[in-house]
């Protein structure tokens, strides 16, 4: 039986953009966009009309950015997408921030056809992180930047979700962690969850910014 294809929104304001990014991704069996959005407005409206299972988002769009466009998806959408910020500087402090709004990660506008259709891939399935080293070098340049106080949840975790936060820091899948620590999937699983409630945290990408803001990755 053939899988259903990811349904994929693109928001970004120049066309050709749109267009290039339009022709790579429908070229793969397993991926379909679905609509298109040339504001962060749009983008909610078309989003809340389409429900994509991801949303490729630029960060700098007029009317609404896209960091208070990936805001108002996830709080008002029931089952909202997993949102990937497009830029074109991983350093840029829009990155983090739209990182913080909740975007599962971001990907590079030079990026090339494979590593974009991976990326979308690999959000979608929500196993690993996008681009971890890029991401931990965020949360950490902003965290210390930040200078915010170790919060409580830290104290909540037992050692194995440590141990469990820290591989998913370092990009690991759910089987890598599973490999490594020389338990079950399903127990890695457990493990995943518990750390994502703890923390407070929608996916990975949340929970790694919100270790480097609470202080943990500093017992690293």
Known sequence: MTETPLRIVLADDERMVRTALRVILSAEPDLEVVGEAATGAEAVSVVRELR???????????????????????????????????????????????????????LLKRADADALVQAVRLVARSDS???????????????????????????????????????????LTNAEIAARMEVGAATVKTHVAAVLAKTGARDRTQAVIAAYEAGFMKTS
């Open 52 to 106: 994509p299972d991801v949303v490729l988002m630029d960060v700098r769009m007029p009317e609404v950015d896209g960091i208070r466009a990936t805001e108002q998806i996830l709080r008002t959408q029931p089952d909202p997408p997993r949102i990937v910020v497009v830029t074109t500087f991983e350093n840029d402090a829009y990155v983090y921030e739209a990182l913080r709004a909740g975007a599962s990660g971001f």
């Open 129 to 171: 992180l996008l681009f971890p080293a890029a991401v931990r070098a965020l949360a950490a340049e902003h965290a210390r930047a930040a200078a915010t106080p170790r919060a409580p949840w830290v104290a909540r975790l037992t050692g194995r979700e440590s141990e469990v936060l820290r591989l998913m820091a370092a990009g």
